[in-house]
């Protein structure tokens, strides 16, 4: 799913899974860093529009491989280099 592409110098990527892919039409893209986590999700959402209300409220959000928690997180800070997952919850059947 993700292409694999170096970070450019200055940004951090964002990897899309799921319903996230299909909403942005991406598999994965590249912002400017720094950026504080809690701006992430308005970020996103002033991209896609409605992307709050449909993926992000309740999707799981990974730091360089490791979950993070939106609300006791939030002061984290997104570099240069990082990679962000965002991750919808998966159904089966």
């Not at 400017?32 to 992430?40: I, N």
Request: charged residues 25%.
């Amino acid at each position: 799913m993700a292409e694999n592409n170096p970070t450019p110098t200055g940004t951090f990527k964002i990897l899309y899974f799921a319903y996230a892919s299909s909403h942005t039409k991406k598999s994965e893209e590249f912002l400017p860093a720094p950026m504080q986590l809690s701006e992430l999700f308005g970020t996103l959402d002033k991209k896609y529009p409605r992307m709050k209300d449909k993926v992000l409220g309740s999707c799981m959000v990974t730091v360089n491989l490791e979950y993070v928690d939106m609300n006791t997180d939030e002061e984290m800070e997104l570099k240069a280099g990082d990679e962000v997952g965002i991750i919808p919850p998966v159904s089966s059947g």
